[in-house]
Structure formats: structure tokens, C-alpha cells
């Protein structure tokens, strides 16, 4: 259904449904709370690491990316989740795919931390 609200109304509404979405996501998706607990350690330390503006946002960049992809998962799992309990291949498929997805972004941000560190410290 298309809203009839645009500009400040439309962007009012935006927001508040994205806060709403992060709201459930904290409250509901253990992955993303530990997710998230582990980003709030890392950032500080991305300061301290990053030498560069551009490092810093590789830093930060990859801690948001999976966050983002982990949402993008658990929104993908929440409607499989509504559909039906029973198992089905194309949604065990589905489950998996997301599933891959954050584990590929998982492995980019500890390449990117640990590749970033090591260039500090022994580099």
C-alpha cells in the first residue's frame, strides 16, 4: 500500500518504524545483541588502531555491515519463521543463505580488524 505521507511526515515515519525494527531486533535476536556487544568494545579500540580516516571506517564499516547483514538475516528468518513451523527445503535454503551471509560478514570484519591491527602493531 503506498503512503500518502511525503517529506518530513514520510521521513517521521521512516524512522520511527527503523527504531521500532531495532528495538525487536535487540529484544528478540540473540545473534544481534552479541553482535552488537561486541561492536560496542571494538569501537573505541578503532580510534586507537585506525591511523588513517579511511582505516577508522574500515574499522567501524565492518562492524556496521554486520549488524546490517544480521538484521537483514533475522527479518529473513522472522518471515520463514510466520509462514509455517513445519520444515520445508526452500525455507531451511533461505535460513541457511542468511545465515551464510552473516557468516561471510563476520569473517570480512575479523580480516579487516585483525589485518589493521597487525599492521600497527608489527607492521
Known amino acids: 500500500m503506498k503512503s500518502r505521507h511525503t517529506g518530513l511526515r514520510h521521513l517521521t515515519n521512516s524512522t520511527s518504524y527503523s527504531l521500532k525494527g531495532l528495538r525487536a531486533a535487540f ?10 556487544g561486541i561492536c560496542v568494545i571494538l569501537l573505541p579500540l578503532a580510534w586507537w588502531i585506525g591511523a588513517t580516516p579511511v582505516e577508522w ?17 533475522s527479518a529473513v528468518e522472522t ?3 510466520r509462514i509455517g513451523p513445519e520444515h520445508h527445503e526452500l525455507s531451511g535454503r533461505a535460513k541457511d543463505i542468511g545465515s551464510a551471509a552473516v557468516m561471510i560478514s563476520l569473517i570480512m570484519a575479523g580480516l579487516t580488524w585483525g589485518l589493521l591491527a597487525w599492521q600497527k602493531f608489527f607492521g
Open 79 to 81: 518471515v520463514v519463521d
Open 57 to 73: 571506517l574500515l574499522l567501524v564499516g565492518s562492524c556496521a555491515l554486520v549488524l546490517i547483514v544480521e538484521l537483514l538475516n
Open 27 to 36: 529484544r528478540n535476536e540473540t545473534a544481534f545483541r552479541q553482535e552488537l
